[in-house]
């Protein structure tokens, strides 16, 4: 079996299994555009994201990820259902209890709290693009007045809040992104884009100012190919001590 669907409170969630299983695992939390429902997902059907899955799998990775109710941005009930579906694989899979976490864009606003919540099952963490702060994020699309009108909607939907309060708590408040943390930590910023630029500027202060924990990698994206080496090369840096 490559991989199986299953259910969490009725979101649909997929373990992909290695041919020959090292005993160590990597939940996924997407960005956005992350899906996954009975039959597929988007890393499943994404080129480039499935080729990072079948590296994964080739190095004995256990691998497995929720739809965490889609454009959550973050809410506690993503982040609550992150606990479960680890508790779930914890007790139906063979695996090392302290598991490695790879998120993506939207997906590290939820991997930052299970950080905080989760550190002693958690052995390092490879975030790719993150968006680390909402405030700064909102920000950031301010002046793209569809997209900031879109990301305002989505946010008040997830959180269950009036857009103008949303507004209100993001940026009337002094958000201090951080990074603080014993859990090794990757970044990988892929540099397309005015955007991907701006992000990392917030990243390298956030180097600054928190732990030496933390390393930032920069990639053009022409070479896109090389990343999945790069996470698995970090990953088993951190798997001497069981």
């Not at 979101?11 to 290695?18: A, D, L, T, V």
């Not at 020959?20 to 597929?40: A, C, M, Q, S, Y």
């Not at 959180?159 to 708590?169: A, L, S, T, V």
Request: glycine residues 4%; contains cysteine.
């Amino acid at each position: 079996m490559e991989h199986r669907n299953f259910q969490l409170d009725t979101e649909w969630s997929m373990i992909h299994y290695p041919e020959k299983p090292t005993g160590f695992g990597i939940l996924i939390i997407g960005d956005e555009r992350h899906f996954v429902d009975e039959h597929t997902s988007f890393w499943m059907q994404n080129e480039g994201k499935m080729a990072i899955i079948n590296k994964l799998k080739k190095a004995g990775y256990t691998i497995f990820y929720s739809n965490l109710y889609g454009k959550n941005w973050g809410n506690q009930k993503a982040v609550d259902l992150g606990k479960r579906l680890y508790q779930y694989v914890m007790r139906t899979e063979i695996l090392n209890e302290k598991i490695h976490l790879f998120a993506e864009g939207m997906g590290a606003l939820v991997a930052l709290e299970l950080m905080k919540t989760m550190e002693s099952n958690i052995r390092s963490v490879v975030l790719i693009n993150p968006i680390l702060s909402l405030q700064n994020h909102l920000k950031q699309e301010k002046d793209h007045k569809f997209f900031y009108k879109k990301l305002l909607e989505e946010i008040s939907f997830s959180y269950k809040k009036d857009r103008k309060d949303i507004e209100k708590e993001l940026f009337e408040k002094t958000h201090e992104t951080t990074l603080k943390t014993k859990i090794p930590v990757k970044m990988i910023q892929i540099l397309s884009g005015n955007r991907a630029y701006r992000q990392s500027e917030l990243y390298q202060k956030i180097l600054k100012n928190d732990h030496s924990s933390i390393s930032i990698c920069l990639i053009l994206p022409e070479k896109n190919e090389i990343i999945g080496k790069k996470i698995i090369d970090f990953f088993k840096s951190y798997e001497q001590v069981l």
